[in-house]
């Protein structure tokens, strides 16, 4: 049941991480747009999910094994 409500949360948690992840993708790349904003944001929008996804993993499951404890 948490592991599908985690799972449920992706989405949520993938918008919540975008300005951070904006934030990253500036610092990578020395405050710079090389490949100009559009390409900035839709590498962000093609990671942002994933992010999301392995984070809620990773707190859900440790959320778990903490209970088991």
Same mark, same amino acid.
């Given at each position: 049941?948490?592991?599908?409500? *985690?799972? /449920? =949360?992706?989405?949520?948690?993938?918008?919540?991480?975008?300005? +951070? &992840?904006?934030?990253?993708?500036?610092?990578?790349? *020395?405050? /710079? =747009?090389?490949?100009?904003?559009?390409?900035?944001?839709?590498? +962000? &929008?093609?990671?942002?999910?994933?992010?999301?996804?392995?984070?809620?993993?990773?707190?859900?499951?440790?959320?778990?094994?903490?209970?088991?404890?």
């Amino acid at each position: 049941m948490i592991r599908s409500f *985690g799972i /449920t =949360l992706v989405a949520v948690s993938g918008r919540l991480l975008v300005p +951070v &992840l904006l934030l990253i993708y500036s610092i990578l790349n *020395g405050f /710079t =747009l090389p490949e100009g904003r559009e390409a900035m944001v839709e590498n +962000v &929008l093609n990671v942002n999910i994933w992010v999301g996804l392995i984070a809620n993993f990773i707190i859900i499951e440790w959320k778990i094994l903490k209970q088991d404890s």
